[in-house]
DNA sequence: AGGAAAGATGACGTGAACGTAAACGTAACG
DNA sequence: CGTTACGTTTACGTTCACGTCATCTTTCCT
């Protein structure tokens, strides 16, 4: 397995975030390097978990509900009623993440229409160096 | 035309916001509700408006993003810089909202595979009540 | 041994996006 | 004519997600 323990320098160049941010993860459960003394050192899985954060971020999620959904992924030995509450959790999100594809659908499509409107006047202006 | 001006209290009730949200908005320029003495007023390109606010919002733009965005939506008379800039600039949330969308089916169908797995094992632990 | 480089902890600061409380105006209602 | 409802401004408070010191170890290098 290519389970190469990563100093907390290392992870930063990797997914370009500081290191405040790692221990801020670390301090909010999100993560967990283990320890080597004092130091850190990022596993893979940390790594994993943290491509899942910063993807979660960017679809809007905050941090509870990242770690909430981080569970699913990291489902184990959970009892019954965990998993079940973690599967719950997750067709929640789905739905959601569904449905702010439909509407980012939607948002695309209207300022595509936006966007040729924009396009057509500035034609009607230059018409030599138009928007294409 | 169906111009009704709206109170605030109105709006809030429309759109499911605070008083303090859209006051908030207005002094961020982002609403330009007219006065009626010291009242304010919201029209249709108000209301218009925070619709595409909210849902910028729900797409993780922020505040200052989507005035600049809002700007496309409502440009009428600017000059061809003005237009330009604004074009350019719309281009460039277009391809990120693409991104955006094309990112967020990968989840979904990464986020559905581990449900299937959860589905697997809740119906090992208890066949008669399963996921599904 | 001496010093830079990397990492740790702790505490305070910051920007965005509002929440919340205080104090005031005004307009209709019983 | 008082009070209830709705609205206003001003201003300080709050949560989230880190940024930014300051200070201290540990480690590596010459």
């Not at 500081?18 to 221990?23: A, E, F, G, S, Y």
């Not at 899942?52 to 959904?69: A, W």
Request: charged share 40%; proline share 2%.
């Amino acid at each position: 397995m290519t389970d190469r323990k990563m100093t907390i320098r290392e992870m930063c160049e990797a997914f370009d975030v500081t290191p405040r941010t790692l221990r801020f993860y670390e301090a909010k459960e999100l993560l967990f390097p283990i320890r080597e003394g004092q130091k850190r050192l990022f596993t893979k899985r940390d790594r994993a978990r943290l491509k899942l954060i910063l993807r979660g971020k960017r679809f809007g999620f905050s941090l509870e509900e990242i770690r909430q959904l981080l569970d699913l992924y990291y489902m184990d030995d959970s009892q019954e009623t965990q998993l079940r509450k973690t599967y719950t959790l997750a067709e929640k999100h789905l739905a959601e993440m569904e449905a702010q594809r439909d509407e980012l659908n939607e948002a695309i499509a209207e300022l595509k229409e936006q966007m040729a409107w924009g396009a057509k006047r500035l034609k009607e202006l230059a018409p030599d160096r138009a928007a294409g």
